[in-house]
């Protein structure tokens, strides 16, 4: 409905704003802190004649939230990143008129502490800015790989590839597995692993689980490197000497060293 979407747009707009990397918006005190700024500096600028930046948010929100109903962390931000520079100015005027109206206080205060004074909060903001990022990225970086979704699979998958290839292996990938899809929007497990054997100058071969066994059964002297769907290894070991490197639920990285081969790494 319109209204959920609504609440979906304002809560990944108060997410990005928060610099939270988390698929949904979660309440921490940095993302409440900084909730609370924007809010109070697009009413802060309306006050001082500023309401091009509560108008373009509030508009936005409005027609996006119409004619759009995903959103979440990945590719659903596109919609609505162009509101993170408005945001973003607009809470920097805040601090601005905040700042000069501090500034008008200077002659009730002592000089020497008014600039202590100055200094200490000044040199805590920047410090707090600086720090939210990287331990906000940090937080996130945690939570993918404790969850298993880094790519450091990917790259010793590519890099014992690389190895066999590089003693005259071929290296044959089943074409389905290019259809298992690793964080979405149309990225899959063949394609990133593709790439990152093309980037080590490693041409493979996609094929369906019948070719592959039809392309071993015409050279038996062929020494290849499979990685396989289950079914298919299961398929194939029975009339090939498949040698399994790693098993997965939904993957298997295979050797195959010719038909009077045997086990041994290269």
């Not at 948010?57 to 979440?72: E, R």
């Not at 500034?103 to 009730?108: C, D, I, K, Q, V």
Request: proline letters at 5%; one cysteine or more.
């Amino acid at each position: 409905s319109y209204p959920t979407r609504l609440r979906g747009l304002a809560n990944e707009l108060l997410r990005m704003i928060g610099g939270n990397l988390a698929p949904t918006l979660a309440w921490n005190p940095v993302t409440f802190s900084l909730t609370i700024w924007f809010g109070a500096a697009l009413l802060l600028n309306v006050r001082k004649g500023r309401a091009l930046f509560f108008w373009l948010t509030l508009s936005t929100a409005l027609i996006i939230g119409y004619s759009n109903k995903v959103y979440g962390a990945g590719y659903a931000e596109r919609y609505i990143m162009f509101l993170l520079p408005i945001a973003f100015a607009a809470m920097g005027l805040a601090v601005e008129d905040a700042w000069h109206s501090l500034r008008s206080l200077r002659a009730r205060i002592e000089p020497r502490g008014y600039r202590i004074a100055f200094a200490a909060i000044g040199l805590s903001a920047v410090a707090i800015l600086i720090a939210l990022p990287p331990s906000a990225l940090d937080e996130y970086y945690r939570r993918q790989v404790a969850a298993g979704r880094s790519n450091q699979a990917y790259l010793r998958w590519a890099e014992t590839a690389a190895t066999y290839s590089r003693s005259g292996y071929r290296v044959l990938i089943d074409r389905r597995l290019d259809r298992i899809q690793t964080v979405g929007h149309g990225s899959s497990f063949g394609s990133a692993l593709d790439y990152l054997l093309r980037m080590r100058q490693i041409d493979p071969v996609f094929a369906e689980p019948q070719d592959l066994a039809g392309a071993l059964q015409a050279a038996p002297e062929v020494k290849a490197i499979l990685l396989l769907d289950p079914q298919a290894f299961e398929t194939l070991r029975g009339n090939f000497l498949l040698c399994p490197l790693e098993t997965k639920s939904n993957r298997v990285l295979a050797v195959y060293s010719g038909s009077g081969g045997n086990c041994s790494p290269p």
